[in-house]
């Protein structure tokens, strides 16, 4: 069995989806890839800003609120005041922090990288990934192996694609790494 491994890579990260009160409706926030850090005395808030793509209005997603700043090591700060962007990327792909500030995740752009795969062959597919996100694994599936939803389902339901795990591929989504097995129930007995 071929082992074959395709890696999801994130273009941008996932839009907050949140009402915004200038726009009078509900609309799609872009990170804007700075933090706000204010630092008094005793109270530390740290926020990721966001701007609504319409109309520019700025929406903070909190990531620490009311915090004794003794908590954070002095070079962690730093990073949040030059906006470094490893910890930029960190934060904006975190969609439970979204969901926590009281947004909707919208789906981030992506590519998927790695070897295509002829569904005949036995394979031992790995997708994996460095965030999870709101992507479903048939979406994958059925973008790389050009697939129409109804011969996605025929596949399923033969067991010619399968989650190595017993997941359920119709409902599932991706976090770091799903294994699946491709084409190796077919009905064929195989010479090992
Ligand atoms: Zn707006």
Redesign the pocket.
Same mark, same amino acid.
């Given at each position: 069995m071929q082992k074959i491994t395709w890696e999801v890579q994130y273009l941008s990260p996932p839009l907050a989806v949140r009402y +915004? /009160? /200038? +726009?009078g409706k509900k =609309?799609e926030y872009l990170c804007s890839g700075l933090f706000r850090v204010n630092a008094q005395r005793k109270y530390l808030d740290i926020w990721l800003i966001y701007k +609504? =793509?319409? +109309?520019?209005?700025t929406w903070n997603s909190t990531i620490y609120s009311r915090t004794n700043p003794q908590s954070l090591s002095p070079e962690l700060l730093e990073q949040f005041h030059t906006n470094d962007s490893n910890l930029v990327e960190q934060y904006a792909m975190d969609i439970e922090l979204l969901r926590r500030n009281g947004a909707e995740v919208g789906l981030p752009n992506y590519r998927i990288t790695g070897d295509e795969i002829c569904i005949d062959n036995p394979t031992e597919l790995h997708i994996i990934s460095k965030y999870s996100c709101q992507l479903n694994v048939s979406t994958i599936l059925r973008e790389k192996l050009y697939l129409s939803q109804k011969a996605f389902a025929q596949m399923l339901s033969c067991g010619q694609i399968k989650s190595i795990s017993g997941l359920d591929l119709k409902k599932i989504k991706l976090h770091n790494e799903v294994v699946l097995a491709i084409g190796s129930n077919t009905g064929i007995m195989r010479k090992e």
């Open positions: +915004c /009160k /200038k +726009c =609309s +609504c =793509s319409n +109309c520019d209005t």
